[in-house]
């Protein structure tokens, strides 16, 4: 496989993440099929696209892409509520979040799409999941297809910030593997290949904001400073930090309220 064997992706959750990984495609040259449960929510997600904060119509504002830019990547997207208009997408980028409000992502869900979409996607297409924590080979081993089976956890908004984390397992194939490096290259991103490890520890950007997150809280728990900005107050003046972890969130994500 070559990154010019990808011509169309498929994109399957039009949520946040979906929604800014398609933009992204779409500015790149890519047509775009993007998948969701009902017709309210793609209506949301194209005018999300169109006219949210992130979205094309604000970038054209700011310069940084055209009206002819934003017209034709309009012009090659796809939406869409059934799963089958994606067979023969070259490229499948799953971004599904919760099954309740509030759940960023759920496992389970995710295995059951990855196993419909093995039955109806063309053979040769990629599959790659944007999830931020779980392991790719257990979402992989419902399908028939690992050496075809990869993580691209873009970071949110996908079509702003630049990293993808590529997330690679043992049977993930070479050339797949490079190819979809390049295909983030292509998209203007960083990519960086990442070892899959079991046990949805995340992998390399989530596992730290975790386990700062972790310690702040334990931090407070215990009493060391007087109040959360103490803490912000030590890692930017003692380390250099642009931004404490508490201002970032780091305390919330690990429980801490």
């Given amino acids: 496989m070559k990154v010019e064997d990808i011509k169309t992706v498929g994109v399957v959750g039009m949520g946040v993440m979906g929604r ?38 604000g970038a054209v504002e700011r310069g940084k892409i055209t009206k002819e830019q ?69 979402l992989a081993a419902v399908t028939n297809r690992k050496d075809r089976f990869l993580g691209l956890h873009f970071f949110s908004p996908a079509n702003i910030m630049r990293l993808v984390e590529v997330i690679w397992t043992p049977e993930l194939s070479k050339d797949v593997l490079e190819a979809c490096v390049e295909f983030c290259k292509k998209l ?41 900005e103490d803490i912000d107050t030590i890692m930017t003046l003692g380390f250099n930090w642009p931004v404490g972890p508490m201002a970032m969130g780091f305390g919330a994500r690990a429980g801490w309220k």
């Fill in 188 to 228: 203007g991103k960083v990519p960086v290949k990442v070892k899959d490890m079991p046990g949805d520890l995340g992998h390399v950007g989530n596992r730290i904001y975790t386990a700062i997150g972790r310690e702040a809280r334990q931090i407070l728990e215990e009493g060391v400073v007087e109040k959360p």
């Fill in 70 to 138: 934003m017209d034709q990547a309009l012009a090659n997207l796809t939406l869409t509520t059934k799963l089958e208009d994606l067979k023969s997408v070259d490229l499948v980028i799953e971004a599904i979040g919760g099954a309740n409000p509030g759940q960023l992502e759920n496992k389970d869900l995710k295995l059951q799409l990855f196993k419909d979409l093995d039955g109806l996607v063309k053979k040769e297409a990629v599959f790659a999941s944007n999830t931020s924590f779980f392991t790719i080979r257990d």
């Fill in 20 to 57: 800014g990984i398609s933009i992204s495609a779409l500015l790149a040259g890519y047509k775009v099929i993007g998948r969701d449960l009902n017709d309210d929510i793609l209506a949301k997600a194209k005018d999300d696209m169109i006219n949210g904060r992130f979205g094309m119509k």
